[in-house]
């Protein structure tokens, strides 16, 4: 049978791109379908614009540093509305970048909402296309159903595209979005108040870590309000004020909805063709992307396997190598380095020390210091790190930062991990001196050994 395409990409975001890209590269012809702008969440309303704006706010420490390094000057003022324009054209500029991409690899772009309308075709803007093999890379949107109310809210979008900083502004939520705006807020001059259920934020991420952010968020002048169920979200003359299941409640002028991102999947068709989801809303795939109908792929975060930019682009690559390069391969999701960019940033790998105790023993290496910046000017900011290895075997199984170039060191270090680095060549490892980096290798007693051999219990 003969189609129009050998493959159809719906949407145009890092995984998709990377995909069609790739796939044309290697013969195919392509069509990929944007509703929105090229370049996806993170390039366009998520990862870049937020980073910029984690610039913007990290200034406000440096400035109070630099005075005591010696520097004089005067009162310094954030505006908003001056940082959101660039920005904007800082974005187009990207997004410019990811179009000239498509075209010189003559992938052909149309614009409008893609909905699968029978096996191999795709309708776009009223007109259908046939393909050879659909790969859906549509992503994630921000959920609002956790309690009643938060359609009143912000999302991360709209916070992006502010004007001017909200004198107050409550963030719900305890993830790593929520941290990161929560920060960075409280730095260009908002009063934060930071509201999640559970006792500590960060759920999944290594306990230390979570205990320390914690600290670094109220050091920041953040409120934080936690340990207790969210109940509704309330707006009136004065702004939004959430009630909590306790009865007490938090008011601020601005509210951002951070609760989390649910698998981009409504008006896509799926049901016309039998595509199955998961649980949680998500598509089915296997380990080479395919989900459940023989001819349609799904990659990124529409798939919630591991929800990073880099995973997505990993994925849409393997499935062109897959399908138009003769190359099978698939992606591990065991050993994704993440990074949270609050103020000091997280930047972790492998194992948190409560996974790995449960395959014990695990002896943990931990360094917890002032940096030479902070030190000089008496600053309060401080680096903990940690590295976990087996007891047996040496290896290491996970590694943990949070502080200054966290994500910078943790990125290269997830390279050694990757390569099934052990504590012994971490300590044959010459220290750069004098950087934070070389923490990592002059750990050279553990500070505790956890977890037992797998069956100890039973055997006792």
């Known amino acids: 049978m003969h189609y129009d395409y050998d493959l159809i990409t719906i949407g145009a975001g890092s995984g998709g791109v990377a995909a069609s ?13 944007e509703a929105s702008r090229v370049g996806g969440t993170c390039v366009i309303r998520g990862c870049v614009p937020k980073k910029l704006m984690m610039y913007a706010a990290g200034f406000a420490d440096s400035l109070q540093d630099a005075r005591g390094y010696g520097w004089d000057f005067g009162e310094a003022r954030f505006d908003m509305g001056r940082w959101a324009a660039t920005k904007a054209k800082e974005i187009d500029r990207l997004e410019n970048i990811y179009g000239t991409m498509l075209a010189n690899a003559k992938v052909e772009l149309v614009r409008g909402h893609a909905r699968i309308v029978a096996p191999h075709t795709v309708e776009i803007n009223g007109q259908r296309h046939t393909a050879e093999r659909i790969l859906i890379a ?4 921000p959920s609002s159903h956790a309690i009643p109310g938060l359609e009143h809210a912000m999302d991360s979008t709209a916070l992006l595209d502010l004007q001017t900083v909200p004198d107050s502004l409550l963030v719900i939520g305890g993830g790593f979005i929520a941290l990161e705006f929560a920060s960075i807020m409280a730095r260009l001059g908002a009063q934060v108040h930071l509201a999640y259920r559970n006792e500590l934020p960060l759920r999944g991420f290594d306990h230390d870590l979570r205990v320390r952010v914690a600290g670094a968020l109220q050091q920041a002048g953040v409120t934080l309000h936690q340990g207790v169920g969210l109940e509704r979200l309330e707006r009136d003359a004065e702004g939004f004020v959430l009630h909590r299941a306790d009865g007490s409640t938090v008011r601020a002028s601005a509210a951002l909805n951070a609760t989390g991102r649910h698998p981009n999947v409504e008006g896509l068709g799926l049901d016309s063709v039998g595509v199955q989801l998961n649980k949680k809303g998500a598509i089915e795939v296997d380990a080479f992307s395919k989900t459940s109908v023989d001819h349609i792929w799904a990659v990124g975060d529409v798939t919630d396997r591991v929800n990073l930019t ?10 062109a ?3 138009f390069g003769g190359t099978p391969r698939q992606i591990d999701h065991s050993l994704v380095a993440s990074a949270v960019f609050t103020l000091p940033p997280i930047g972790t790998v492998g194992l948190t020390e409560e996974e790995a105790a449960k395959q014990g023993p695990v002896d943990v290496y931990v360094s917890d210091f002032r940096p030479m910046k902070d030190a000089f000017v008496d600053g309060n900011n401080r680096s903990y790190m940690k590295l976990l290895a087996d007891a047996n075997t040496g290896k290491v199984l996970g590694l943990h930062m949070i502080g200054a170039d966290a994500p910078e060191i943790i990125q290269s270090l ?21 950087s934070a980096a070389e923490e990592f290798v002059l750990m050279r007693e553990p500070a505790r050994r956890v977890g037992e051999p797998p069956g100890a219990e039973q055997q006792a």
Do not use: Q
Request: glycine letters at 10%; one cysteine or more; a positive charge.
């Open 321 to 323: 190598e897959t399908e």
């Open 310 to 319: 880099p995973v997505a682009i990993a994925e849409g690559r393997a499935f």
């Open 21 to 33: 890209r790739r796939s044309a590269a290697l013969g195919a012809r392509v069509l990929i379908a």
């Open 138 to 141: 549509a992503g994630g949107a």
């Open 414 to 434: 997830a390279v050694a991990l990757s390569c099934g680095a052990t504590k012994a060549d971490f300590d044959r490892t010459i220290a750069l001196h004098p």
